[in-house]
């Protein structure tokens, strides 16, 4: 992607719609999108509603931003997705409340429902503990990522990547809600997971589900 003033709003847009459907809440969530020299992430301490285009940072994609530049301060998981995952051109970090409640007992999410399979394989992955915007936490992340498309941070939060932006956004959504369901199952009785087979069948039948690139 370039960085164009439309690049910009689509990330402005992602947190501004992200705070309207529940998934995140005043500045705590972030959103960067690889451009053609490094990536563009969201800055730290804004309020979604009065960020502007000129207030995204662009940033490489290795090494630590300049001390003019003030992105997000997770800013460096987003760097390490990025380089982990050369096809995928967007992140998204939230702290949604079932997927974080999830992430707060460090379980990962199993098959409870067929979408699942949107994160590409039979299990949403939870990373280990570590401090936000630390080393270590950026190092548990992108391996968490390696094989799937989203994670969830241990007494964080939540991640999903995506080949476009909206796709990551898409995931987020999808997430939380696979999280709430499995709460809701819990609450009645044992959730009947699937089997390998049906996710393998799922996954084959995913090649053009999803939502369409409708980026600028
Ligand atoms: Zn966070």
Redesign the pocket.
């Known amino acids: 992607m370039q960085d164009t003033t439309a690049t910009r709003h689509s990330i402005i847009y992602g947190c501004l719609w992200m705070e309207r459907v529940g998934l995140n809440q005043g500045t ?3 959103i960067s999108v690889r451009v053609d020299d490094g990536l563009l992430i969201t800055p730290s301490a804004v309020l979604y509603a009065k960020m502007t285009p000129e207030m995204i940072c662009k940033i490489s994609l290795d090494g630590p931003p300049s001390a003019d530049q003030h992105p997000s301060s ?1 800013w460096q998981f987003h760097q390490s997705v990025l380089q982990a995952r050369p096809d995928v051109d967007a992140v998204v ?3 949604p409340a079932n997927a974080t409640a999830i992430a707060i007992q460090r379980r990962s999410i199993p098959a409870v429902h067929y979408m699942v399979a949107a994160f590409g394989g039979a299990s949403v992955p939870c990373t280990g503990y570590a401090l ?1 915007a630390s080393d270590a936490l950026s190092v548990m992340v992108a391996d968490a990522v390696k094989h799937r498309h989203g994670c969830l ?1 241990a007494n ?2 939540a991640l999903t990547v995506g080949d476009i932006l909206d796709r990551a956004l898409w995931r987020m959504q999808e997430l939380e809600n696979l999280a709430r369901v499995m709460f809701l199952a819990e609450q009645s009785g044992m959730p009947v997971i699937l089997s390998d087979a049906d996710i393998a069948e799922t996954l084959t039948s995913f090649q053009d589900y999803g939502i369409r690139n409708t980026a600028p």
Request: net charge negative.
């Open positions: 705590s969530g972030n997770e970090h939230a702290h936000f941070l964080h939060g």
